[in-house]
Nanobody, 126 residues
Framework: VLLVESGGGSVQPGGSLRLSCTVS????????MGWFRQAPGKEREGVAV???????TYADSVKGRFTISQDNAKTTLDLQMNSLKPEDTAMYYC?????????????????????RGQGTRVTVSS
């Protein structure tokens, strides 16, 4: 399984960025995919997830500003980030993991993902 992120960069507060993740080699029919981030000196934080049933979940800190989406082929996972704030500055990682019986696809669950990409940096600064 290979996940490759792109789209990071620097933007001023209030700006927008769109992150993309190319997913290859993933064959589990039941899954949880999403994004988590880690800022310098801080713990990892789940940002947004989408399950194989199409349901999405967002961290409270990004609700109403970020949108996660997936193409029909399940090979691209995007994160549209609007109204960016300096506190959104972090390394963003794409992640994917099987969703076994009893598990729920949540922004917390994605932190234990089996597969993840190398990350893309997002900097929000004036």
């Amino acid at each position: 399984v290979l996940l490759v992120e792109s789209g990071g960069g620097s933007v001023q507060p209030g700006g927008s960025l769109r992150l993309s993740c190319t997913v290859s080699g993933y064959t589990h029919s039941s899954y949880c995919m999403g994004w988590f981030r880690q800022a310098p000196g801080k713990e990892r934080e789940g940002v947004a997830v989408i399950g194989s049933d199409g349901r999405t979940t967002y961290a409270d800190s990004v609700k109403g500003r970020f949108t996660i989406s997936q193409d029909n082929a399940k090979t691209t996972l995007d994160l549209q980030m609007n109204s960016l704030k300096p506190e959104d500055t972090a390394m963003y990682y794409c992640a994917a993991t099987p969703l076994l019986f009893g598990n729920r696809c949540t922004d917390a669950f994605i932190l234990s993902a089996l597969y993840r990409g190398q990350g893309t940096r997002v900097t929000v600064s004036s």
